[in-house]
C-alpha cells in the first residue's frame, strides 16, 4: 500500500469542477436528468422515494456514487410520507420503501452502502429522527466530494509528468457528489501539471463517455478527445496513453472489480501495450463481503438500448440483442486501487485486507 498524495492545498479544486447531479432543496431532490445532456440541462424533481426509486432505474442519475447518495435523500422524503414518532417504529415502517430503492439497480455496491448508513442513522437515532436521517444524507454527500478529492490527489502522484490518459464511462461530477472519482484523478493530474492528453471512450450503448464526460470536460476547461470504444487498442499502440483510468461500481475481497462494460476489454488491451490500470473509488464501492468478481450480479438493460439510438430503431426488426452493462476485471489487469484510505498497488486478497480489513 502506498500513501503518496500531491499536496492538496496545492490543487485548486474548484477551478476544474463545476458542474452538480444532485440538489436537496429542502423540499424535494433535484436531479439534473443525464439522459437528457448534453443538449438540455434539465432537472427532474423527485417528491417522493418511489420517484427517486424510478429516476435511479431509468438512468437519470447514475454512477455508483450518486446512486447511493440519490437514494440517501430518497430515504429522507420516505420519512415524510409516514406519520410515527418513534424511530424503532419508522424503521420497520420505512422497510419497503428501502427495499424498492435497493432493487433499482443491481451492480453499485453504494447504493446498498448508503441505505445501511441510513438505516443505521435512524436505529440510532434519539429526538428528532427526521432531522437524524437528512444530517446523514447530508453527511454522505459531503464525504464523497471530501473523498474525491482525497483520491485525486493520490492518484495523480502515481502519474509521471505529462502524461496520456485514457478514460471510459461517466465518473465525474455527474456521477458523484462532485470532482468525480477516475474524472478527479484527471482533474488533479491537469491541475498539476501531470496530465497532457486526455481521451474518453463512447461507452456504448448509453453513450455516458460521449454524451457526459467529454461535455463535463468542458464545462471545466479541460481539453479531451472523444474516441470510438473500438479505437482503443490502436490508440495505446500509438503510445499516446501510460495509464487507463476508470471508476468502479463495486471491488470485491480480491480487488476484481465490477465497471462499466467495456472495462474489461480495455484492461486486457492495457496489458498487451504496457499501459498501466488504475481503478479509483471511494471506500463505500469496496464490498469486502463479495470475495471475487464471479459473485458479482451484472445488471442487463433492455436491449432496446441498443437497436435504438435516441429512440429510432436502427437494427433490422428481429434481430435480437443481449446488453449487459458491467463485465468484471480481474485483480491481476489491475495496477493500482486509489481510495480516499489509500493505494493498493498490484491489488490481491491480503493487500485489500490490509487497507479494508
Ligand atoms: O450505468 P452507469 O452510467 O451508472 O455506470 C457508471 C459506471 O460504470 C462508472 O464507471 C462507475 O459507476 C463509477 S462512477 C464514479
Same mark, same amino acid.
Given at each position: 500500500?502506498?500513501?503518496?498524495?500531491?499536496?492538496?492545498?496545492?490543487?485548486?479544486?474548484?477551478?476544474?469542477?463545476?458542474?452538480?447531479?444532485?440538489?436537496?432543496?429542502?423540499?424535494?431532490?433535484?436531479?439534473?436528468?443525464?439522459?437528457?445532456?448534453?443538449?438540455?440541462?434539465?432537472?427532474?424533481?423527485?417528491?417522493?422515494?418511489?420517484?427517486?426509486?424510478?429516476?435511479?432505474?431509468?438512468?437519470?442519475?447514475?454512477?455508483?456514487?450518486?446512486?447511493?447518495?440519490?437514494?440517501?435523500?430518497?430515504?429522507?422524503?420516505?420519512?415524510?410520507?409516514?406519520?410515527?414518532?418513534?424511530?424503532?417504529?419508522?424503521?420497520?415502517?420505512?422497510?419497503?420503501?428501502?427495499?424498492?430503492?435497493?432493487?433499482?439497480?443491481?451492480?453499485?455496491?453504494?447504493?446498498?452502502?448508503? %441505505?445501511?448508513?441510513?438505516?443505521?442513522?435512524?436505529?440510532?437515532?434519539?429526538?428528532?429522527?427526521?432531522?437524524?436521517?437528512?444530517?446523514?444524507?447530508?453527511?454522505?454527500?459531503?464525504?464523497?466530494?471530501?473523498?474525491?478529492?482525497?483520491?485525486?490527489?493520490?492518484?495523480?502522484?502515481?502519474?509521471?509528468?505529462?502524461?496520456?490518459?485514457?478514460?471510459?464511462?461517466?465518473?465525474?461530477?455527474?456521477?458523484?457528489?462532485?470532482?468525480?472519482?477516475? %474524472?478527479?484523478?484527471?482533474?488533479?493530474?491537469?491541475?498539476?501539471?501531470?496530465?497532457?492528453?486526455?481521451?474518453?471512450?463512447?461507452?456504448?450503448?448509453?453513450?455516458?463517455?460521449?454524451?457526459?464526460?467529454?461535455?463535463?470536460?468542458?464545462?471545466?476547461?479541460?481539453?479531451?478527445?472523444?474516441?470510438?470504444?473500438?479505437?482503443?487498442?490502436?490508440?495505446?499502440?500509438?503510445?499516446?496513453?501510460?495509464?487507463?483510468?476508470?471508476?468502479?461500481?463495486?471491488?470485491?475481497?480480491?480487488?476484481?472489480?465490477?465497471?462499466?462494460?467495456?472495462?474489461?476489454?480495455?484492461?486486457?488491451?492495457?496489458?498487451?501495450?504496457?499501459?498501466?490500470?488504475?481503478?479509483?473509488?471511494?471506500?463505500?464501492?469496496?464490498?469486502?463481503?463479495?470475495?471475487?468478481?464471479?459473485?458479482?450480479?451484472?445488471?442487463?438493460?433492455?436491449?432496446?438500448?441498443?437497436?435504438?439510438?435516441?429512440?429510432?430503431?436502427?437494427?433490422?426488426?428481429?434481430?435480437?440483442?443481449?446488453?449487459?452493462?458491467?463485465?468484471?476485471?480481474?485483480?491481476?489487469?489491475?495496477?493500482?486501487?486509489?481510495?480516499?484510505?489509500?493505494?493498493?498497488?498490484?491489488?490481491?486478497?491480503?493487500?485489500?485486507?490490509?487497507?479494508?480489513?
Amino acid at each position: 500500500m502506498t500513501d503518496t498524495a500531491l499536496a492538496l492545498a496545492d490543487l485548486d479544486f474548484d477551478r476544474y469542477d463545476h458542474v452538480r447531479p444532485i440538489r436537496w432543496t429542502g423540499e424535494a431532490l433535484e436531479l439534473l436528468d443525464q439522459r437528457l445532456l448534453p443538449f438540455s440541462v434539465v432537472h427532474e424533481v423527485c417528491r417522493s422515494s418511489d420517484e427517486v426509486a424510478e429516476a435511479i432505474a431509468k438512468l437519470v442519475v447514475r454512477g455508483a456514487p450518486a446512486i447511493g447518495i440519490a437514494a440517501a435523500w430518497g430515504v429522507v422524503l420516505a420519512a415524510r410520507s409516514i406519520e410515527v414518532t418513534r424511530a424503532q417504529t419508522a424503521l420497520h415502517q420505512l422497510e419497503p420503501a428501502l427495499q424498492r430503492l435497493n432493487a433499482a439497480r443491481p451492480t453499485a455496491v453504494n447504493l446498498m452502502w448508503a %441505505l445501511a448508513r441510513m438505516r443505521r442513522a435512524l436505529a440510532t437515532a434519539d429526538g428528532d429522527w427526521r432531522a437524524a436521517l437528512e444530517r446523514e444524507a447530508q453527511a454522505i454527500e459531503r464525504e464523497d466530494l471530501a473523498a474525491n478529492r482525497r483520491m485525486g490527489a493520490l492518484g495523480a502522484a502515481l502519474l509521471a509528468p505529462a502524461s496520456g490518459v485514457l478514460t471510459h464511462c461517466n465518473t465525474g461530477s455527474l456521477a458523484t457528489a462532485g470532482f468525480g472519482t477516475a %474524472l478527479g484523478v484527471i482533474r488533479a493530474g491537469v491541475a498539476a501539471g501531470r496530465v497532457a492528453r486526455v481521451f474518453a471512450t463512447e461507452t456504448r450503448p448509453w453513450n455516458q463517455g460521449a454524451r457526459l464526460t467529454v461535455w463535463e470536460l468542458m464545462q471545466d476547461g479541460i481539453d479531451a478527445t472523444l474516441i470510438a470504444d473500438s479505437a482503443a487498442a490502436h490508440l495505446m499502440k500509438t503510445g499516446q496513453v501510460q495509464w487507463v483510468v476508470v471508476g468502479a461500481d463495486r471491488i470485491c475481497a480480491n480487488g476484481d472489480t465490477a465497471n462499466k462494460i467495456g472495462t474489461y476489454q480495455l484492461a486486457i488491451a492495457a496489458k498487451h501495450h504496457g499501459v498501466k490500470v488504475m481503478v479509483v473509488a471511494p471506500s463505500s464501492t469496496v464490498d469486502m463481503a463479495t470475495a471475487a468478481g464471479d459473485a458479482i450480479e451484472i445488471e442487463e438493460r433492455d436491449p432496446a438500448e441498443l437497436l435504438s439510438f435516441r429512440g429510432e430503431r436502427v437494427v433490422a426488426t428481429g434481430v435480437r440483442a443481449w446488453n449487459p452493462v458491467f463485465d468484471v476485471t480481474p485483480h491481476a489487469l489491475i495496477d493500482a486501487i486509489v481510495t480516499e484510505r489509500g493505494v493498493v498497488e498490484q491489488p490481491d486478497a491480503a493487500r485489500m485486507r490490509a487497507l479494508f480489513g
